[in-house]
């Protein structure tokens, strides 16, 4: 199991009219703990694309618990606990400045080659980073 | 059941550098869906809000079939399967030019009281109008 | 000088805690006015790109006169005032529904061939639509 | 005069088919600059609206230099060269990991009191920790 902090402002241009984020922003939030996460191994998701890998989304499940408000220094909490195959899982758990879990969900991302857009195993200089965790 | 459908065109905005739209954009395409299916009712839920109701969403979740490219001009198929109670489910399909289904999700929404911030049952003013589909 | 007119609904995303669209969406509601303008020529910029053409911005200013609100059906106003050659200027005015000047600005383009990156003038399959209007 | 600096990383949200930041979203990056720069004064923008003000833009204008790249850590930099009064200007310079220019703009906003949605001076609370700089 590989596990990853990090944190997070929101940003005005992220709330809404109900004075909340916005429901469609968490997918950024956790996009920035899945970034920070990998390059937190040593390699970087923008390293792995010109390795030649894109890594589409291909799910995503998300528990809204508390809204997150403006100016919230969030804590991103990124975890990956089952072993990559052709599929990387990450659940992201956000928690507010109280510690309360606010918002909890996962993404699910398939490695693709770029250039024959064919689903491939997880490339052997990621999972060189990765394998110690699993 | 209660089914509605609309369309959209994708914005260049919508698009990440992988050529295809952002996997957190499609909550907007969602929104959009689910409140043009509630105008088609004979109401807007901007009415609901000044009526003293709130919709924070509480759950998505979201699979990633074909990607949506800039310019597409989608299809938008909302649908509401299950009577609501204190809450109510949106089912959204999205389909490109050529009739695929591209993406499809859930998500569920509380009815909220703006001034308590308590949670109630669907109001009335809202009923009245979906009722007959159920 | 070419005029054209489109209108566009305040999506529940685009406005922030200040109960009105954020700032920073306008230049969506410009690029959508752009956009539509150019396809209403017979030709869309999704075709410009595949010719082998980008065109990225090179400046933006905005006034913002009254704000949008949710739900708000706007109406885009995209005018080309001076005949193109390396660049392209748009002037956008956005119209609310009681015919109220509530924005307007303007965005300049430069042409960049895809491949070499180097400014271009305005393509002649462009241009051969265009230049009835100057 | 007053200066600050802060630094970002850029988001794969943020860019688009181009593979390079979205002219529309530098204004995010402009508040964020703004905000952080008000916040080591030692009070908040969100203090400043429970102070009952409200600080809505009344115009933008931005030159685009050089793209943002998906990944880049940019240095943000925010200068308010003349002394506020009922409204305060901002200038932001955006600068990449080559210390290169890449974009820069002013931003204009209006201190508007929340309750009468009147435009008032700036408020005495904010001028205080600023005025040591003019």
Redesign the interface.
Known sequence: MFIHETSL?V???E??????V???????YY??GR?EAIRSLGI???EIELNGI?M?????????VL?AK??DLLKIVTIVKEKPDKRISFRTEIYNMNEELINFGE?TLVFLETETKKVVDIPSFLWDKMKVFF
């Open positions: 402002r940003r005005y241009a709330t809404d009219q109900m004075g909340i916005y429901y469609g922003n968490y997918s950024q996009e920035v970034v970087s998701y923008k894109l589409p989304v291909t799910k995503m499940n998300i528990k809204y809204p403006y100016d993404v």
